[in-house]
């Protein structure tokens, strides 16, 4: 199991376990994470599942292709900055133990 930190926009941090091969959005989903919906089931079709990767970890979860569905979808998302990602996009693995995502404020 491999351990991410959800941030809320208050600064609560909330830890989950997640297996490796789910995706942060299936982290927190499963574990109640507020603000994080996933309407899509993970298709990357909405951005209810935005989150900001914590500027300590964007280079090891990779950041936003240019041209792509998830930038596509981030272009009209609310509160979406330079360490947005969809979470149904970030795939986790062991090098991702620690892992923080900030939920961002517009997505309560």
């Not at 919906?37 to 292709?65: N, P, S, Y």
Request: glycine share 10%; with cysteine; hydrophobic share 40%.
């Amino acid at each position: 199991m491999v351990k991410v930190t959800f941030v809320s926009n208050n600064g609560t941090r909330r830890e989950v376990h997640v297996a490796e091969g789910e995706t942060a959005r299936e982290a927190a989903l499963f574990n109640d994470v507020p603000g994080i919906d996933g309407d899509c089931g993970g298709a990357c079709a909405c951005a209810t599942c935005h989150v900001h990767v914590d500027q300590a970890w964007i280079d090891k979860v990779g950041r936003l292709e240019e041209g792509g569905a998830e930038a596509e979808l981030l272009q009209f998302a609310e509160g979406a900055n330079e360490y947005s990602r969809l979470a149904c996009q970030i795939p986790i693995k062991p090098t991702l133990e620690g892992l923080v995502l900030h939920v961002p404020e517009q997505q309560y």
